[in-house]
Every structure is written in C-alpha cells, then in structure tokens.
C-alpha cells in the first residue's frame, strides 16, 4: 500500500489542523492504521492509531483529549483532526498502516508515508 499524507502547515498555539492520508494499493480496510511524528533530534513517537474498522482507538497521553484520529474506508484515508495545538507538538507527522495488530511501536507498521510538517509558534 502506498500511504500520502497531507494538511500539515503552521499554526498559532490554541489553533487546529486536520491532517489526511491517502492510501491506494491493497485494501485500505485490512491495515490498522497510526500517526506518529518526529521532532528535530527527537526519536520518532506514537501519536494515535485506530483499527480496521474504525471501532477502536488509541492516543499517546500527550496528546488525548485534542487529537482524534479517525478513517474513511470508503476514500481510503485516516485522519488525524488536532486541536489545542501547543509548540510541543511541533514535528513531522508521519501515517503508517500495519496488517498486525495495533501497536505503539512504530517497527510494528509495514508501510509509512512521506510525512507532512506541522509548526506551531507561540
């Protein structure tokens, strides 16, 4: 499956973004689906992850209660809708489908996109 994310861009604190990833190839339904990101010198980290159907979902602490990640089966995209942005969350976000089970660790997930910038300035 090949995986192209979008939507990242550069916000103000307090703001939103909605990031997407599109996937063509195999049945996007089949992958369990992740974001993680990776800021400059930092080890690339979990964010959220969600099922193949969609009815189970997983954040990073850091992020519960303003990220949401959800998916389109029908368009073949994840989502990850961000809101209450702070600096911290600055990096480069990455969407990432594994056919194992869901997991936090990014080795787990077979294929990555290309990974969009998401800048948040005080």
């Known amino acids: 499956v090949q995986l192209q994310a979008s939507g990242g861009g550069s916000v103000q604190a307090g703001g939103s973004l909605r990031l997407s990833c599109a996937a063509s190839g195999r049945t996007f339904s089949t992958y369990n689906m992740g974001w993680f990101r990776q800021a400059p010198g930092k080890e690339r980290e979990f964010v959220a992850q969600?099922?193949?159907?969609?009815?189970?979902?997983d954040y990073a602490n850091s992020v519960k209660g303003r990220f949401t990640i959800s998916r389109d089966n029908d368009k073949n995209t994840v989502y990850l809708q961000m809101n209450s942005l702070k600096p911290g969350d600055t990096a480069v976000y990455y969407c990432a489908a594994t056919y194992r089970l869901l997991s936090t660790i990014p080795g787990r997930y077979d294929y990555w996109g290309q990974g969009t910038q998401v800048t948040v300035s005080s």
């Open positions: 969600i099922s193949r159907s969609g009815d189970s979902t």
